[in-house]
């Protein structure tokens, strides 16, 4: 039968080799941890894929850089989840440590990519700067069809500059995008005057559109909607430079000529009365706001005096005197 001095020597042997086990762990996991990684370029990426694991992930590193013991990174989460990782890039800074990076990874540090959707523009040349940022960054990125759909009509989105990580991520701010310009209309639309002769947040977003295009200046947008209004209420043709643009070009910068405002297109408001059958370009909050609370005013007509303004005309006569002024003494 053991001898209780037997049995405490056991217990401090034990004891003992616990703590120098403990100690063996943790000297291992700190080195571990402590690892530099031995990036040359400070641009130096690490393209994590969803469904990776942290350690599959160190794994691969170690691999890549020649690091070693990184499984001993399994003590640090026995008494924790490991975390859940998400995909991504992520820039590995010169000098930086297994730990370091760990950390990135649990905060989810991605890489964030910049998509600019500019008021006045159209949906295609979105989808070209996007196409574009693929490529010049080299992401291993397939635009997806719910991407695509969405810079496939103009005006489904607000205009707004867009960040991204990978294509769910891009994915979900566009959708969410969709659903806030939507919810602005609807909310918007709540305090629309009773004199103005839109029918719905559809009607308003396509002569947002329109004032968008028309008002260089942000002042003038309350104006030059209530100059667009005040024809709708008559049946008079919009003749608003844009829709012609537009429907002969799908884009604008080109010269407008004869034979684009001649085109007898659904979108050239010279040819056709009421609105186009959509937007014709992004339009911002302020030219939304503007084409919904704004009413039929006296002013018919406006010609731009080329410095950004316009001149507004309640009538023909008078508006026959700025063109002659602004556009033909030139």
Request: proline share 5%; net charge neutral; with cysteine.
């Amino acid at each position: 039968m053991p001898s209780i001095g037997s049995k405490t020597i056991a217990k401090k042997s034990l004891l003992f080799f616990l703590v120098l086990g403990f100690l063996f762990i943790s000297t291992k996991l700190q080195f571990a941890l402590e690892q530099k990684i031995p990036v040359q370029d400070h641009n130096q990426t690490f393209i994590v894929e969803k469904g990776d694991s942290l350690y599959g992930i160190l794994s691969d590193i170690e691999a890549e850089y020649g690091l070693y013991s990184t499984w001993w990174v399994r003590f640090k989460y026995i008494f924790k989840d490991h975390p859940v990782i998400k995909a991504g890039r992520y820039n590995i800074p010169s000098n930086s440590s297994i730990s370091e990076l760990i950390k990135r990874f649990e905060e989810g540090d991605v890489q964030l990519f910049k998509l600019a959707v500019i008021e006045g523009t159209v949906a295609k040349k979105s989808l070209d700067n996007l196409e574009e940022l693929i490529n010049n960054q080299n992401l291993q990125i397939n635009i997806p069809k719910e991407v695509s759909d969405i810079f496939s009509r103009e005006g489904l989105i607000m205009p707004d500059t867009y960040f991204f990580s990978d294509e769910q991520d891009l994915i979900e701010v566009l959708a969410n995008s969709k659903s806030y310009l939507d919810e602005y209309l609807i909310k918007a639309w709540e305090s629309k005057p009773k004199d103005n002769p839109l029918n719905s947040p559809k009607e308003a977003l396509i002569l947002a559109s329109i004032i968008e295009r028309e008002a260089v200046l942000p002042s003038e947008q309350t104006t030059i909607a209530s100059v667009f209004l005040a024809r709708l209420n008559i049946n008079m043709k919009l003749q608003a430079d844009p829709t012609s643009s537009y429907g002969y070009y799908q884009d604008y910068g080109k010269k407008i000529g004869r034979a684009v405002l001649d085109d007898k297109n659904l979108y050239n408001t010279y040819q056709v009365k009421g609105l186009p059958p959509g937007p014709i370009c992004y339009p911002s909050k302020g030219a939304i706001d503007a084409a919904i609370m704004s009413s039929p005013g006296d002013y018919f007509y406006f010609v731009a005096r080329g410095d950004g303004s316009h001149v507004f005309s309640k009538t023909y006569q008078e508006h026959n005197k700025a063109v002659k002024k602004y556009i033909y003494s030139k």
